[in-house]
């Protein structure tokens, strides 16, 4: 009864190498979002979506691309990784604004290695 | 978002309260006081969130200043399992339709280290 999965838990590449992370919810919330944590542990948002559509994009590459083919899927590809995008990439979920508690549940994160 | 301050690290011991501070002298009257957790490796947690009331739930109690200017995150009987990384994070109102009102925040934390 998984709420938040995400796949890979572990992902190691070469540079330059293009991957993709996929992220599943089964709370029926119809936004999610993606945050990255660095070596320095902080946790900033990249991305959010509601009902498939792009609310939040935060100033990140364009090398990073979420795709959003249902309410229940957020995923984010990568092209070109560089060192730099290592870090642990955690997929959130929540209601939309208009609930008055709409906490966002995290998934296990995945851990992105790029050597 | 409003800016909060945590002390970066705490102990408490096995069976105790452990109470986190926070400060966020600089909040809205439309924005909330949320609190996450960050377990080793695991990904965020929510704990509580209050606008100007107390308020508690099964995991946690939250006692906000009158001025709403700093708050104290009350575990009333922390466990080893409670040791992690704690967040206070103010955001506008979590049901607004105002773009961004979805975005969390994350500061640095407080790491809280519960002994046996």
């Known amino acids: 009864d998984t709420a938040v999965s995400q796949t890979p838990k572990y992902l190691v590449t070469q540079m330059g190498n293009d991957k993709s992370i996929k992220c599943e919810q089964n709370?029926?919330?119809?936004?999610m979002y993606w945050y990255k944590q660095d070596s320095k542990k902080f946790l900033k948002i990249m991305f959010s979506?509601?009902?498939?559509?792009?609310?939040i994009n935060e100033t990140v590459p364009n090398r990073f691309s979420p795709k959003s083919p249902d309410k229940a899927h957020l995923n984010l590809h990568i092209n070109s990784l560089e060192l730099g995008d290592s870090a642990v990439y955690f997929c959130?979920?929540?209601?939309?604004?208009?609930?008055?508690?709409?906490?966002?549940?995290f998934g296990p994160g995945t851990r992105l290695t790029v050597l | 978002d409003a800016k909060t301050t945590q002390p970066p690290s705490m102990d408490c011991a096995e069976g105790r309260a452990a109470n986190l501070p926070c400060n966020h002298s600089?909040?809205?009257?439309?924005?909330?006081v949320y609190w996450y957790r960050q377990i080793h490796s695991q990904g965020p947690q929510y704990i509580i969130h209050?606008?100007?009331n107390n308020e508690t739930n099964e995991m946690a109690s939250l006692i906000i200043t009158e001025d709403r200017k700093s708050s104290t995150l009350i575990l009333p009987h922390a466990t080893l399992r409670d040791t992690a990384v704690y967040y206070c994070?103010?955001?506008?109102?979590?049901?607004?339709?105002?773009?961004?009102?979805?975005?969390?925040?994350f500061g640095q934390g407080t790491r809280l280290t519960i002994n046996p």
């Open positions: 979506y509601n009902n498939k559509e792009l609310i």
């Open positions: 209050g606008l100007k």
């Open positions: 994070i103010v955001r506008v109102a979590p049901h607004s339709f105002l773009q961004g009102a979805q975005k969390l925040v």
């Open positions: 600089t909040i809205s009257g439309n924005e909330y």
């Open positions: 959130a979920s929540s209601h939309t604004s208009g609930r008055v508690n709409n906490e966002q549940f």
């Open positions: 709370l029926g919330h119809d936004t």
